[in-house]
């Protein structure tokens, strides 16, 4: 009961915090709903992301959740994440870091070795952008316009898993997405024939409320006593998420003084973004206790998706490996023989065009899971990626990533059979 409750306040006490945790900065999440975020956790980010096909028995599976059924004690996971990106383009080069709480989830067994559920809550989308552009006019005129960005959707989920047969798992997930979005577009006059320099803002404002679903199954066969081969199949349903929006006409001197009386143009305007299906499918090779090599591949289709005719959309592929490996787990007389060591790569293609150019993200993941005493450990992952590139006056991301977490496993809800 003493881990019970301690799980539970720390659940709730950083609930608020979460709910405004995306921070990262990226120009690319300027479109949508904004940068989707990796939604496995700190364990399969180390291992390339890798995890449809991949179950555990001590960590949390929200990536593949007919998985689940494998977590036979209850469990606690939360993570930090941070993020250290730098931004080129041709003529330019900047940097920002970010820091945020990434994920808080907990499960356990209902019926044990046949269901297992889970709760958790982590960022979908995050914005956090700020360019420029300017133009000159005849009369020595400069017009600059400034596009600013910030918000992000989080989600709620409720995942469960149960065992059909003994090798055959199947899962259900359903997500209450929810979160806003604010998209600021400045217009600066500056020259000396303006009397004022000012500027135009228009404002929009969007908040969103929807739910998400997805299915899911492992299959997992015995091939010697300690070796298993493993399959894993998800399929994200299509949804349109729906939303609320204002939009506003301000006017503003560059001294600091707004417009008292901003024109609203719309209030309460229906919006929405379409989410397409995907499907996802995972392959992993297991040695009991001692190594696990697996590989994803994730397909969505988004070539129907058109945001109000400005931006297009391509299919995508998705494509992630890695391997996790215990030198040996009953070793007493070395503690770096039972830690967990991870290592991966993914490589994602974004589904916008950005000036009819298509933008990837490669990246290398490592991590290990250090055990703390009985089923528990603590969890680090780090990833080195790049994406986009210079070419038609776009920008390059090389970037640092990495959750730090822990990992807490216990049996639960078993009843006293002492005072």
Known sequence: MKHIRLT???????????????????????????????????????????????????????????????NRLSSFQVGISGDLRQFNSADNQNQKASA?????????????????????????????????????????????SQLLGEGGIT?????????????????VKAAYVFGSIDQNSNTYLLGDSVSSPYLIALNRKTVYSDFLFSFSLGYKTKLTDTKYLNFGAVYDLSRTVSGLQDQTLERQTL??????????????????????????????YEVLNKMKVGADIKLQNWSGVNESGITSYRNTTNISAGIEFIPDIKSVNSYLKRINYRVGFSLKQLPYLVNDTEINDFGINFGASFPTGGYSSMDASFKIGSR???????????????VIGATINDRWFIKRRYD
Do not use: C
């Not at 989600?155 to 899962?171: D, E, I």
């Not at 001294?255 to 992993?284: F, H, Q, R, W, Y």
């Not at 986009?388 to 990495?402: A, C, K, S, V």
């Open 8 to 70: 539970t306040l720390v659940f709730f006490s950083l609930l608020a915090a979460q709910l405004n945790a995306q921070t990262l900065q990226s120009p690319y999440s300027n479109y949508g709903l904004g940068e989707f975020l990796f939604p496995g956790l700190s364990h399969n980010m180390a291992m390339g992301e890798v995890g449809i096909g991949t179950p555990s028995d001590w960590h949390i599976n929200l990536l593949n959740p007919a998985y689940l059924t494998y």
């Open 100 to 144: 945020n709480l990434r994920f808080l989830t907990m499960s356990f067994p209902v019926v044990r070795n046949r269901w297992t559920t889970a709760f958790a809550l982590t960022p979908l989308t995050t914005v956090k952008y700020n360019s420029y552009s300017s133009d000159s006019l005849d009369y020595g005129e400069q017009v600059v």
């Open 155 to 171: 989600q709620l989920v409720w995942a469960n898993g149960f065992r059909l047969f003994k090798q055959l798992s199947v899962g």
């Open 255 to 284: 001294a600091g003084a707004g417009d008292p009386n901003p024109t609203i143009l719309n209030e309460d305007v229906n919006a929405s973004e379409t989410l397409p299906e995907k499907m996802s499918l995972g392959l992993s």
């Open 388 to 402: 986009g590139t210079t070419d038609n006056n776009l920008i390059r991301e090389n970037y640092m990533q990495f």
